[in-house]
């Protein structure tokens, strides 16, 4: 049986061209900067670092809360 997951499809790559993070217009990318790609449907979107890192610590307090709850009686 195939494991599910909760996580899109994410990767990290290199920006190629400028542009900006998309959670943020106030960071922009350069070429070659690392970013954080996520596969939204048939497209992607791509965050800065900082923005990033703030992304994947949120949804591990989110995973690590609901492990918590399925783990306590109700």
């Known amino acids: 049986m195939a494991r599910k997951s909760l996580v899109h499809r994410s990767e ?3 920006a190629k ?3 900006n993070c998309q959670a943020s217009a106030k960071h922009r990318l350069k070429p070659g900067d690392c970013r954080l790609k ?3 449907d048939r497209s992607h979107v791509h965050y800065c670092a900082e923005c990033a890192i703030k992304i ?3 949804d591990i307090a989110k995973l690590q809360e609901l492990a918590r709850q399925l783990d306590s009686p109700i």
């Open 12 to 14: 990290i790559d290199r």
């Open 17 to 19: 061209k400028s542009h």
């Open 38 to 40: 996520v596969h939204v």
């Open 56 to 58: 994947i610590e949120g």
